[in-house]
């Protein structure tokens, strides 16, 4: 095929036609596939904000956002989120340099912010729990509960993947594929950062109103 096309061309060779090289590299194909699942997962983050938003006034007599929200804890979290992410993106210019130590810095801040934070929420899950405001309480609490559960589960997902990555740090260096996931890590916290800036204004600012 290749010696026809060459022949159509004048004689002139051209250069071969991508699919025909083989499968592309692994590198490529892993990247295609983190974008697929950072995008799947803000489609399935816009689902349940969708349901939210049908379901926020249904309280069925029971408390309301306004009555449970506390909005200064809740500015706390946000503010070690937002910090957590600036430390991290810290430590992405640390591992484009090679710093291990910095890296290391930036990991570990990183890494208290976001625990943090999910502690922080879990005990205000419990503070709801006590006052009786549970997800069989009515539709509003159920879709408040999954909307923010699911993201305080990415954070703690989030968690185990950036110890994971400080451990192949120390072990492997800055290695190609250790380099890689660490700058998806990096997308996939930013990303989860975006996504509690758009639940902090729409459940707790819109809910406490």
């Keep these: 095929m290749t010696?026809?096309?060459?022949v159509s061309h004048?004689?002139?060779?051209?250069?071969?036609?991508?699919?025909?090289?083989?499968?592309?590299?692994?590198?490529?194909?892993?990247?295609?596939?983190?974008?697929i699942f950072l995008l799947s997962d803000i489609v399935m983050f816009s689902a349940i904000f969708a349901t939210y938003a049908v379901l926020a006034r249904a309280t069925a007599g029971g408390p309301t956002g306004a009555q449970l929200f506390h909005l200064t804890t809740v500015g706390?979290?946000?503010?070690?989120?937002?910090?957590s992410t600036f430390t991290c993106g810290l430590m992405s210019?640390?591992?484009?340099?090679?710093?291990?130590?910095?890296?290391?810095?930036?990991?570990?801040?990183?890494?208290l912010l976001g625990a943090v934070f999910l502690t922080l929420e879990i005990r205000?899950?419990?503070?709801?729990?006590?006052?009786?405001?549970?997800?069989?309480?009515?539709?509003?609490?159920?879709?408040?509960?999954?909307?923010?559960?699911?993201?305080?589960?990415?954070?703690?997902?989030?968690?185990?993947?950036?110890?994971?990555m400080m451990v192949q740090v120390a072990s492997k260096g800055f290695s190609p594929f250790v380099h890689h996931?660490?700058?998806?890590?990096?997308?996939?916290?930013?990303?989860?950062?975006?996504?509690?800036?758009a639940l902090f204004s729409i459940v707790y600012l819109m809910g406490a109103r």
């Design 76 to 83: 706390v979290e946000t503010t070690c989120l937002l910090l």
């Design 124 to 164: 205000e899950f419990a503070a709801m729990f006590a006052e009786g405001a549970t997800p069989q309480r009515s539709a509003f609490l159920s879709g408040f509960f999954t909307l923010v559960g699911c993201h305080g589960l990415h954070v703690a997902i989030g968690l185990i993947w950036l110890t994971v």
């Design 181 to 197: 996931r660490l700058l998806c890590f990096s997308l996939f916290w930013h990303a989860l950062d975006i996504i509690w800036v």
């Design 3 to 6: 010696t026809a096309i060459a």
């Design 10 to 35: 004048g004689g002139h060779g051209v250069p071969p036609i991508p699919s025909m090289e083989g499968p592309a590299p692994k590198r490529i194909v892993v990247s295609f596939g983190f974008w």
């Design 93 to 111: 210019l640390a591992i484009n340099l090679g710093r291990r130590g910095a890296t290391y810095l930036g990991g570990a801040v990183t890494f």
